[in-house]
């Protein structure tokens, strides 16, 4: 029931509501890409208390597609008693073209009187506005990007501040966000597979033999009081599409070469890899070309890496007829 309401996500582009406190300096806690695939890799367990600690061991691992991000605003925002509210933003005078598709774009807008007005203000968060450029991914059929609110965390205020005046209107890579060895959470939107029975859906208990024309259904909608049927009574309906987040992957390589790892004749319903790389040990929600937001993680398991990770040998063999 932690998963309720089952019901399809509002936006192709996943939802981030807690972002992690601390950090040494000041940078953008969260970056974005998109699924190419799955295919497996090699690699010496780092694990100590692996019962194959040391030796080379087989592991699935995900590959997205990460060119950099820009950033279009910085945007401010105050405590109340009331939530937190925006107070304030500043714009970039360098925009892309291709935002437009997304929303109108100001025109004739003062940068240096919008940080003039911002160093006024009493905030306690700064955020960015940043923006994918799927125009840069050969297997994306769009060029309309996605906007998303990505936190400013790590040192003092007046830190991120700074860091914020550096990198509006600028690009971010992936490098600038997290490092080989390390952990982040991935969040996306799961594929969907349209409406299906309550059996398929939850998992319930087939009916017996002796039951009346219908194996598949629920037994029962519930107490004869209150006289309606409550919401944790399991029924058909929407199943796949919703956002699911997962905490703690581990990176086990960022490259620059995509076709060091794109298999022979592409990835399958994607094609090839043409910019940066990321890959991940395990598996990432959604089908391929699903963007996937990444974050530093909130709630860090597993050991700290002391040495970078040995991957002896990465599969590129084809996908087809697989």
């Known amino acids: 029931m932690g998963y309720s309401p089952r019901k399809r996500a509002d936006s192709i582009t996943a939802r981030i509501s807690t972002w992690p406190e601390g950090g040494d300096g000041a940078k953008l806690q969260g970056f974005a890409g998109y699924k190419a695939g799955m295919t497996h890799a090699i690699m ?20 997205l597609e990460v060119p950099p991000i820009k950033v279009c605003a910085i945007r401010f925002y105050q405590d109340t008693s009331y939530g937190r509210k925006a107070i304030g933003e500043v714009w970039s005078k360098s925009i892309d073209k291709e935002l437009a598709r997304r929303f109108p774009i100001p025109k ?58 550096g990198v509006l209107g600028k690009p971010v890579t992936i490098n600038d966000f997290t490092k080989e060895g390390e952990m982040i959470d991935v969040a996306s939107i799961t594929k969907g597979r349209g409406w299906t029975g ?8 087939l009916l017996m033999h002796k039951n ?43 490259g620059n070469k995509g076709a060091e790892i794109t298999p022979k004749g592409g990835f ?55």
Do not use: C
């Open 212 to 254: 009346s024309k219908h194996r598949r259904l629920i037994g029962t909608l519930g107490t004869k009081r209150p006289n309606y049927v409550r919401h944790t009574v399991p029924q058909g309906g929407q199943r796949g599409f919703h956002q699911r987040t997962e905490l703690n992957k581990r990176v086990l390589k960022i």
């Open 44 to 63: 010496v367990d780092y694990r100590p208390r692996s019962t194959t600690a040391g030796q080379e061991i087989q592991v699935p691992v995900t590959v």
């Open 198 to 205: 309550v059996t398929k859906r939850w998992g319930t208990k």
């Open 108 to 165: 004739n807008y003062d940068e240096k009187a919008g940080w003039t007005e911002a160093e006024k203000l009493e905030y306690d968060d700064i955020r960015a506005l940043v923006y994918t450029q799927p125009v840069l991914v050969s297997g994306l059929p769009k060029k309309k990007p996605e906007l998303m609110e990505i936190r400013v965390g790590g040192g003092k205020m007046e830190d991120r501040l700074n860091y914020a005046k």
């Open 268 to 322: 399958l319903h994607y094609g090839d890899v043409r910019n940066s790389y990321v890959i991940l040990h395990g598996t990432v929600p959604g089908p391929s070309k699903r963007i996937v937001r990444l974050r530093e993680p909130v709630r860090t398991t597993g050991i700290k890496l002391t040495e970078p990770i040995q991957l002896t040998f990465i599969s590129i063999e084809s996908k087809q007829g697989v």
